[in-house]
């Protein structure tokens, strides 16, 4: 995709709104800059599997308004949504933070405002997009892993030698070094440091375990 698909949407009801905004994101650019009336049309048009930005009024015409239009970004966490408002009730700014929107600006749009906005949603995107590759790419080095290998790999992390490896894991020192080359080959990694960068890369992108709450006694 166009710009590592960092396409830009706008659901703006008002066609003037819309058309100034636009110009003025696509002006001197390679992005996608694509923009709908209502959220019906974003949503028949898929637009949310390539949306990197969102922005669209809280105001919107039709059955989904703006707040169903959030609701439904707010699953998809690869979209930075900002909403376009004006004379929100306390209530309904809390609605739209609380909901996963990135900001609130001022309607009617600023189109500058929308793109120095923009402008740096789009850097902090390709930033996050670059360290969920980085850990993708961890995750596939280590895929290949039997169980062994990656107890080994622990072991090795852990900054044990080949003999405290083989103690720990009952093995010989001779099967231990076998695991380790088996390893480096599979990591595709040079170096025991390259290995173990791509080991804490891979853990970094690993959930953190759920803890369990109890209650009563």
């Known amino acids: 995709m166009t710009n590592g698909g960092a396409h830009i949407h706008l659901v703006l009801p008002d066609a ?83 909901g996963g929107a990135r900001d609130l600006l001022p309607a009617p749009l600023d189109p500058r405002l929308v793109r120095r906005t923009v402008d740096a949603a789009l850097a902090e995107w390709r930033l996050r997009q670059a360290t969920l590759d980085r850990h993708r790419e961890a995750e596939e080095r280590l895929a290949a892993l039997t169980p062994r290998e990656r107890a080994v790999l622990d072991a090795i992390a852990a900054g044990l030698g080949n003999k405290a490896i083989a103690r720990r894991l009952e093995l010989s020192p001779r099967t231990v070094e076998v695991h380790r080359a088996n390893i480096m080959r599979r990591a595709g990694a040079g170096n025991v440091a390259e290995l173990l960068r791509w080991q804490f890369i891979a853990e970094l992108a690993r959930p953190a375990p759920t803890k369990q709450v109890r209650f009563g006694g």
Do not use: K, M, N
Request: charged share 20%; glycine share 8%; net charge negative.
């Open 16 to 98: 003037t709104e819309r058309a100034a905004c636009f110009r003025t994101l696509a002006a001197g650019t390679g992005r996608v800059v694509r923009s709908f009336a209502s959220a019906e049309a974003w949503i028949e048009a898929e637009g949310e599997d390539s949306c990197a930005i969102l922005l669209f009024h809280w105001r919107l015409p039709g059955a989904t308004d703006g707040a169903a239009l959030l609701d439904r970004v707010a699953a998809r966490p690869g979209i930075a949504a900002f909403v376009a408002a004006d004379q929100l009730s306390i209530a309904e700014s809390r609605t739209i933070l609380c």
